[in-house]
């Protein structure tokens, strides 16, 4: 059932984002539909995609973070801890 709503979770996500995808091939992935938050941008996540085992990178809309506990973008100010890469 958790596999299932992962996988209707990464569709729904792929049909309502406005986020523009880039796939990171030079990182590999192993649990299927995993968040992972970027090393280097507070608004940037990836989602390790279906079948390829592929990372695909999304950047957050101006303004917002990425939130590892809702695997979400969300407001800065609502994140706990908030993100404190350099420049972000």
């Known amino acids: 059932m958790k596999k299932m709503m992962t996988i ?3 569709i ?13 091939t030079d990182v590999p992935c192993y649990e299927w539909g995993k968040y992972y938050a970027s090393p280097v941008s507070c608004s940037v996540f990836y989602i390790c995609a279906p079948i390829v085992s592929v990372l ?3 950047e ?3 303004g917002m973070h990425f939130n590892p506990s809702t695997e979400s973008c969300d407001y800065p100010f ?3 801890p908030p993100c404190t ?3 972000n």
């Open 56 to 58: 695909y990178a999304y």
């Open 12 to 24: 729904l996500l792929m049909m309502t984002t406005t986020l523009r995808a880039q796939i990171v």
């Open 8 to 10: 209707l979770s990464f």
């Open 60 to 62: 957050c809309p101006p």
């Open 78 to 80: 609502l994140i706990d």
């Open 85 to 87: 890469l350099p420049g």
